[in-house]
């Protein structure tokens, strides 16, 4: 209670409550190796005189959530900091002339009650040719159903007709072996003979002047074909190589 003189007395009311504040919101993108990766980190402030109730923070694309957080309390006067992986794909973008752009909405929910919304971006680069070309990509065909065969100490370079495009617009580059003991792929894309037997080769259509070589797990060492060409627009080819001895007459003499 609270007395103004000895004959008035009145009774102080204090109310305990939170007060939680969101700031610098942001969206930032980590490249690995074998993949993108883009976060979302922003400042919880409680601002209040009261610990706060769980927090719980939600990035969505459209409807769909595509990462999440969950701060159990902050304490009052208080601050502590959220970061949600995000999962975008790539059909989260919006592209134009190659450029990528997703819009992130953050909300912010404390014991059930919006607290915080903000609309983010994430950005990503694409290859508009790549785009263009592969849009206008009709067929892609092997000879002979894509089954070849090599003889031993041999090498190929193996390519499909491409439909729709100028042909030799877009080239296969080639990533794995199943049996590189068979046959693998060196640094020029052609098909190296190694003993008898089948391997499957696999690879993906890209513009032929895209630079992308891929190391024996098939990640690119040089440019990530995900990082220019849109998931859904991947287009995978695979042929069968099947090796076998040179004939007697190709033979060389001892």
Not at 48 to 59: K, Q, R
Request: negative net charge.
């Amino acid at each position: 209670k609270a007395y103004s003189t000895q004959y008035d007395e009145q009774e102080l009311l204090v109310e305990y409550v939170s007060d939680v504040n969101i700031a610098n919101a942001v969206i930032t993108r980590n490249d690995d190796e074998s993949e993108i990766v883009y976060s979302l980190t922003a400042d919880l402030n409680n601002n209040g005189n009261a610990d706060s109730e769980p927090i719980v923070l939600n990035a969505y694309i459209d409807d769909k959530v595509v990462g999440t957080c969950e701060i159990t309390e902050i304490g009052a006067g208080i601050s502590d900091k959220a970061t949600i992986t995000l999962d975008l794909d790539d059909s989260a973008y919006n592209i134009t002339d190659g450029k990528g752009i997703a819009e992130v909405k953050l909300v912010a929910e404390e014991n059930g009650e919006v607290i915080f919304e903000d609309v983010l971006t994430a950005e990503k680069e694409f290859s508009a040719e790549a785009i263009e070309l592969l849009s206008a990509l009709t067929t892609v065909t092997f000879e002979n159903d894509g089954a070849y065969t090599i003889e031993l100490g041999d090498q190929m370079i193996i390519q499909p007709t491409f439909a729709g495009v100028d042909k030799n617009s877009l080239k296969v580059d080639w990533q794995t072996s199943s049996n590189g003991n068979v046959a693998y792929i060196d640094y020029s894309n052609a098909i190296i003979t190694e003993k008898t037997g089948t391997t499957t080769i696999t690879g993906i259509v890209v513009p032929n002047n895209e630079t992308v070589l891929f190391n024996s797990n098939g990640i690119s060492e040089t440019n990530d074909w995900r990082s220019i060409i849109p998931s859904d627009m991947v287009k995978t080819v695979s042929a069968t190589v099947t090796v076998v001895e040179k004939a007697e007459d190709e033979k060389p003499s001892t």
